[in-house]
């Protein structure tokens, strides 16, 4: 077999994992109940990972403290709020996740810190999400509180049938990780000062739990090991100037940790000041954190489980194990994409793989409602009530235009047992995933459309490519249901010299129907403009980005905040020069002009081969219309419906398909 080596056991204390597959901890909140208990959502979705084939699940991190931290039975989700209702549902919980030989740590938490506001930290410092409020610092009583609770926690854990536990976590600028770093830490009692006084939290935590559950009840931490930090709030792009945890001192915490008792170290890096290194977007190479990885794994002997860089190549993650980068390859993201990635590689099936993109959408979920849901997997958190049923009835389903939103429904509609045909005027299916997939740092964009092609192939749905259809071309099909999928357009601007060779949409230059000359200027600075001016910048171009609003990536769909953080460093470090406030005027033999927004306009020239207009998209004008009294159902989806991104492509067609 290939990548056998990943099917290999391991051990955590004298727990035997059946394979190298481990799933990240991802926080949600509706996998869980009013009293703090799994919900049915919660149970479906770890179950259908283990199905899936990981070999240890690492659940969300569960509060434990109710007494320090403002807690609000709501709002909070803490299984000592109602032990016997969390009892109940954990061992129902592990009695499926068993069946599959799967083993599964919660994650503990003592707390979040200054990445919140009203919440303690180890001394008084500015909250990450609003730097105006200060954290109030904890009192040796309220840490052992914290501390006492964790243990309690850990005690109703090992009651409920969990194979061990995991210490949330010494990572991502959470309550521990403050506590280890200095530049976090100001104590002057035994909690602060030299790296050991740091770590006591840690080491009376993990005491405790061993105390009160057994030395070969499992513990492992989650670590960062390094911060990539030039100070609060300013991320360190290349890693210099480190302002928070090194390599050298991340590997002296690791020698600390396992001499304290702890049996793993699940690692990874960053912090919510340096989110894109914590939860890295596209941008980001994969598997950055494995070179950090083998530096830990060669200090200790305990396992170490390495992730937090979307290591989801099977290829990579083979490699991995068999350099002794790690023993373990822990897989978040791409685990929501698909629940099935390890059985998929044990069988050989890598092509029907559906990619992780790295856009972050379940990130932004995570932080903005909690539910931490997938832009390509739309039965995320869903798995129990959200999947597809074969219909009674088969109808003869005709898709206009072959994007992502007309795939999805094509794929959907077919698995239910529609007969269904898709027609695409273009030479090729991917729609505006085509040039959006042409960056660099886009591969996984492509793989999706791979992936689309080959699902399609598989369920043998005919495909017609370079055919348009109109409404009488559609009426003749006589068809039970039609799909309009026909996407969206880019928005050219109005302004003196717009017919000037130079100006290009970016959808031309993305797909290079014209040439992009060495000064370029993008006009528009959403998510595309500014991918464009990285990409360009990064090639040794001149770049300027010209921006009407007064701040870049801040209009459009939300663009999660790990990868506005990074687009915006990258702009930075590649010189591209950020004009905001500012609105084309008009194009010239010598270049551009822009005005001024404000009100006393000022107009700046610019030099330039080339000028990409990038101020969005609209909705290609569709024939809804001309179809409705025809005798057919009809439906609009995907970005002819309504410009959006891909959750909300892919979301549309899975929910119309799923239910004609």
């Known amino acids: 077999m290939k990548y056998q080596i990943l099917f290999t056991p391991f051990k955590v204390g004298q727990v035997t994992v059946k394979n190298r597959f481990c799933m990240a901890p991802m926080g949600n909140s509706i996998g ?63 009695e499926r996740v068993h069946s599959y030989g799967t083993k599964i740590f919660p994650q503990i938490t003592m707390g979040l810190g200054r990445n919140y506001p009203g919440l303690y930290a180890p001394s008084e410092l500015p909250v990450f999400f609003d730097p105006n409020q200060k954290s109030p610092a904890l009192t040796k009583d309220e840490i052992k509180k914290k501390i006492d609770a964790m243990v309690q926690a850990a005690a109703l854990m090992k009651a409920s049938d969990f194979d061990g536990v995991e210490v949330h976590a010494m990572h991502w600028g959470y309550l521990l990780d403050q506590f280890a770093l200095a530049i976090t830490n100001h104590r002057t009692d035994e909690y602060g000062g030299s790296l050991e006084n740091r770590l006591r939290a840690a080491r009376e935590i993990v005491e405790g739990i061993k105390q009160v559950c057994g030395s070969s009840f499992p513990v492992t931490m989650r670590l960062g090991l390094k911060s990539y930090i030039k100070g609060l709030f300013h991320a360190s792009l290349t890693g210099e100037d480190e302002a928070g945890r090194t390599l050298e001192e991340g ?40 070179e950090l990885a083998k530096a830990a794994k060669k200090a200790v002997h305990i396992p170490v489980l390495a992730g937090g860089s979307r290591i989801d190549d099977p290829a990579l993650c083979a490699k991995a194990i068999e350099e002794g980068e790690a023993d373990a390859i822990v897989i978040g993201r791409a685990l929501l994409a698909d629940s099935q990635l390890p059985k998929k590689v044990e069988s050989g099936q890598i092509e029907d793989i559906r990619p992780c993109i790295g856009c972050n959408a379940c990130m932004n979920r995570a932080f903005t409602t909690g539910d931490a849901l997938c832009a390509v997997n739309p039965t995320v958190l869903r798995e129990g009530v959200y999947g597809l049923n074969k219909t009674v009835e088969s109808k003869k389903i005709v898709v206009v235009g072959g994007g992502l939103a007309g795939m999805e429904a094509a794929r959907v509609a077919k ?66 249901v039609v799909f309009l999928a026909v996407g969206s357009t880019p928005v050219m601007l109005g302004f003196k010299g717009n017919d000037d060779p130079r100006v290009i949409s970016c ?95 000022e107009s700046i020239e610019i030099a330039a081969d080339s000028v990409i207009i990038s101020v969005g998209f609209k909705p290609v004008p569709t024939m809804a219309k001309d179809l409705y009294g025809s005798g057919f159902e009809v439906y609009e989806m995907g970005d002819g419906s309504k410009v959006g991104n891909v959750m909300s492509a892919v979301g549309d067609a899975y929910e119309i398909a799923r239910s004609v």
Not at 64 to 70: G, H, I, K, S
């Open 251 to 290: 590997v002296e915490i690791c020698k600390l940790l396992e001499s304290y008792g702890y049996d793993a170290l699940n690692v990874d890096a960053g912090m919510y000041d340096s989110f894109y290194y914590a939860a890295p977007p596209m941008y980001q190479p994969k598997g950055f954190t494995l």
């Open 507 to 601: 959808i031309d230059a993305l797909l290079g129907k014209k040439k992009v000359g060495q000064r370029v200027v993008i006009v528009g600075g959403g998510q595309v403009g500014c991918e464009m001016a990285y990409e360009y910048a990064k090639e040794g171009k001149t770049v300027t980005l010209v921006e009407a609003l007064d701040a870049v990536l801040s209009t459009g769909p939300a663009v999660p905040i790990m990868n506005k953080m990074m687009l915006n460093d990258l702009l930075d470090f590649h010189k591209v020069k950020v004009y905001t406030g500012y609105t084309l005027s008009s194009v010239d033999k010598n270049g551009v002009v822009i005005k001024s927004t404000k009100d006393t306009p």
């Open 415 to 480: 698995m239910r047992g529609h007969d269904v045909s898709l027609y695409e005027k273009s030479d090729k299916l991917g729609g505006n995933l085509v040039p959006g997939a042409k960056h660099s740092f886009k591969a996984d964009m492509q793989r999706l459309i791979e992936w689309y092609q080959h699902e399609l192939k598989k369920l043998q749905v005919p495909v017609h490519l370079n055919t348009g259809l109109d409404a009488d071309a559609i009426k003749k099909m006589n068809p039970d």
């Open 32 to 94: 869980f109940g009013a009293k703090g208990e799994f919900s049915q959502n919660g149970v479906d979705y770890y179950v259908e990972r283990a199905k899936g084939g990981v070999g240890l699940i690492f659940t969300g991190a569960l509060i434990t403290d109710m007494q320090v931290d403002p807690f609000s039975p709501v709002e909070g989700l803490s299984p000592l709020y109602s032990p016997m209702n969390f009892r109940r549902t954990a061992i129902a919980l592990n």
